[in-house]
Each structure stands twice: as C-alpha cells, then as structure tokens.
C-alpha cells in the first residue's frame, strides 16, 4: 500500500486510490499521460495494455492505461474528446505495438510519433475494425443463448 | 554492404505466418523488422456481436495452445461484472487444466526448438510426451485442443477421479526427468545452438516489458502465480524459476524447470481437490454495467482481458485481449542483434511465439 501511496504522491494526484473488482483505480484529472508514463519508469512499475473505449455519441474516447506494480493491476482512465492523444512510446518502448494498434482500429492519433502499419498493410483504411460511426443506426443486439449453448 | 533478407510471412522455420525482415552485414544480422497481422481475424470486434455463451467459445479459438487459459481469463472478468465466485472445486479444477496446458504448451515448444537445433530425436521424443499430456486433457475434458471447460461461474466437467490421474502425472514427470532434461541441459548440440545466443539484457527486458519466461530467463522475477494468485494458486506451494543469463538456453532451463514446477502443482491440485460443486450462478447472468479486468500467468507469460459490459445486454460491449506474445515479441527484434543469420530461426522460436495470439 506504501508504493500505491507514494506513487499517487509522485503522480501529484489528490484523489486516492479506488480499488474496483481487482483493479487500482487513479483519475489522473490534468495530469498528463507522459507525466505519469515517467513516474511509472521511475517507480519500475511495468507497462501492460492500453485499452480503448468508444463513447457514446460524439463524446470522444477513454483510454485506460495499466500498469502492474509488485503484483497489483493499476488502471489510469484518461477521456480525450478528440480524435489525438499523446504518444507515450518514447518513455516507454512496450507502448509502441498498442499505440499502433489503437491507431489503426479507432483512428485515434498518438501524438509525436511515427506510425509503420502493424495489423494492417500500407495504405489501409484506419477506424475500420472497431470505431463506430455516432450516426450509424445501433447494432443488433447478440441472440439470446439456445437450448443447445445452454445445455453444454 | 548491407542487405536485407526477409524471413517469412511463409518459412519452414516458422509454423506460423509473420515476417522478419533482417537487415545483415554479411552473416552478422544488423538489425530487423517484424511485421505481423497475417492472422488478424477481427475477434475483438466478433466479441462484440456474440452473447454470453457465444463469446467464449470464441475466445477458446483466440489461441490452439493456451485455449483452456483464455477462456480462463475472460470468465474471470465476466464473474466480476456477473457478481459471481466459482466454487473451490472448480478453482481446483482451474488449476489443473491450466497447468496441464503448460506441460503441453512447454513440451510442444521443446519439440519445436529441437527441431530447429537439427535435434530431431529429441524432437519426437518431445512430441511423445505431448500426447501423452494430450492423453489426461481429454481424459479430463473429453478434448484435445479446444476443451469447453471454462463456464461464468466455474466449469463444464467434473474430474471425478482425481487420485486415478496422479501415475499419469508421475509417469510424464519420469520422462522428463530421464530424457528431455537431461538432453537438453547437458548435450553438446543443445548447448552450443542454444548458449550465448540471442540474449536479452535484463535492461531491455524490462523497456520492453517482457513477461513470462522470456522475462524469467532475463533476472526478472514476475509470475503473476505468485504476485496475483487467481483460481487456487494461493493454496498451492511452488518455486518460480529465474536464471539470468537471458539466452535461448536460460529460456530452455527456465522452461524445463517450469515443467517440473507444474507437476508438482498438479500432484497438490489433484491431491487436495476439495468436494463440492463445480459451478455456480445457473444459466442466465445478469452482469452490471461496467469494466472488469483479470490476468492469468499462460505458458507464454502474462494474458490480460479488459471486458465491458451494458446492464441488460446479451452481448459484451468490449472485449479487449492483450496476450503474451504481444508483449513479448518486439523484443525479438533486440535479440537478434548481433546474431548469426542462421541462428535467427531458433532466437524467434525461444519466445515460444503464437501470432493467432498476437494477431487475433
């Protein structure tokens, strides 16, 4: 709990720590993503995953960034309402494949860095595979589980 | 002057499509580039449109090898959304097949790395063995590759005999003990492919954020087993081998002492198993809106899924999957390095790598 503490302390964050279903729980507020990539360097917590999320309507994006220090899964929420966010991979050379990888499925721009295609090919289409379009009529929902799902 | 040699998407040395372009000064590779997405299947979106059942059958099909630990991995988070716990005998039972893909998943890769050393002995030596692990997974499960074991709120199938399993997992530990190990620790072929090449600093294996063995064989000292016990690992008593040499042979020991380390898990599982039922909840889930992450320590090193969900909904808003290879395989580009062109093969196989992970 010591190292939780002093990193929320290093991050210069007020609000404390929130444990939710496994998950250490921090919002950033303005702290700046490259900010907390380097607190984590120095605190030798370890980059996992980037997780993107779709808002509903046009409110833009979450990216939950986690990091797993001394066995506990850290999660850091930043909401972007645009389409850009800054690039951590020159602090943190794991985020480099999910960097790309975000930018191709939802079109989202890390900034201050270069892309080389890493699912697609060159010259393919970004946001294709998981950004939805806010003007898009909703999906149809999955079908409900049949006697034969059900019965396994 | 240097030039550039591709390796792959298709190779015989590489069972899997992905591409390794290496540029060398005469045989010495100077530097690579991976390429990879030659597997993309769009699971994460196909998640999406699949209800509660449908989406870990197909999850079981992210990965051949770790099929058991994915499935696992996304149960664990629907259980968190779904406000259920599965019981301690399917905890139990959780252990056991995850361990058992471990012995298969570490076996196959030994197979495979002989074959690349020219060992073919060893190669069918090793495959062997797999089937013999292949053996109780389907005397457990009833399959072979994809074992529908994992349910939200425990599991499918009973072992109801867990006593009648233990020669089985003394005879494979025999086997290894009289032949895989001791070949490849001390043979002269499997020392002088393996020793020196392909090394991984511990600097570089933390920058790039390794998990698993590939970290293990490089001084670190993570298995989420141990720092994030999950199903019943916190009952069980095992060591987490670290070497530190952080070549293809540290990779090959930490390995073969894994396989050791899973027997000895798997004699406590099935000694210990408790009575009980096997699952929970029933069959339909109500799981509350929000996002729930797990982790589970596969073969290949850490698997995280991030799984959201809408109250009411059939269907998960968002499956998110970051698996070990993922993780693992840009630094590959670090461990070629300096090495010799024909060594590259054996150096990319010693991550154990899976690009229908990677790729999904």
Partial sequence: ????????????????????????????????VRHVAKVMNE??????????????????????????LHGRLLG????????????????????????????????????????????????????????????????????????????? | MSYKIPMGPYHPGLEEPYKLDMICEGETVQDAELNIGFNFRGIEHLAETRNYYQVIALMERVCGICSFIHTLTLCQAMEKLAGLEAPPRAQYIRVVMSELERLHSHVLWAGIAAKLMGFKTMFMTCF????????????????????????????????????????????????????????????????????????????????CAVVGPTARASGINQDLRRDAPYAAYAEMKFEVPVEKAGDVRARLF?????????????????????????AVGGDKFNFVTGTATSRVEAPRGEVIYSV???????????VHVRTPTYANMPAVRWMVRGARLADTPLIQASIDPCYSCTDR
Avoid at chain 2, 308 to 318: D, H, L, Q, V
């Fill in chain 1, 1 to 32: 709990m010591k190292s939780l503490e002093t990193l929320r302390q290093e991050l210069g964050i007020a609000e404390p720590w929130v444990e939710n279903r496994g998950t250490w729980w921090l919002n950033p507020g303005t702290v700046s």
């Fill in chain 1, 43 to 68: 605190m030798h917590a370890r980059f996992i995953t980037i997780t993107a999320y779709q808002l509903p309507g046009t409110e833009g994006f979450r990216l939950e960034y986690h990091w797993d």
């Fill in chain 1, 76 to 152: 850091l929420p930043f909401v972007i309402a645009g389409n850009a966010m800054e690039s951590i991979f020159d602090l943190c050379e794991a985020a480099d494949w999910i960097e790309r990888e975000i930018h191709e499925e939802y079109s989202i721009d890390f900034t201050g860095r270069a892309y080389e295609p890493l699912l697609l090919r060159k010259g393919d289409k970004t946001g294709v595979n998981l950004r939805e379009d806010p003007n898009a009529p909703p999906k149809p929902a999955a079908a409900a589980p049949g006697p034969k799902e059900v019965a396994k």
């Fill in chain 2, 128 to 207: 062997a063995l797999r089937e013999k692990v292949m053996d109780v997974l389907q005397a457990i499960s009833g399959n072979r590759v994809n074992y529908s074991m994992n349910r939200v709120g425990g599991v499918n199938r009973d072992v109801e005999d867990p006593s009648s399993l233990l020669p089985l997992i003394d005879e494979l530990e025999r086997e290894m003990m009289r032949t895989v190990i001791p070949i490849f620790t001390t043979s002269s072929t499997a020392r002088s492919r393996c020793a020196g090449i392909g090394i991984l600093t511990p600097e570089k294996a933390v920058s």
């Fill in chain 2, 254 to 278: 930490v390995r073969a002492l894994e396989i050791m380390e899973s027997c000895r898990i798997l004699r406590q599982a099935l000694t210990d198993m408790p009575p009980g039922e096997i």
């Fill in chain 2, 308 to 318: 959201s969900w809408k109250e009411g909904s059939r269907n998960p808003a968002r």
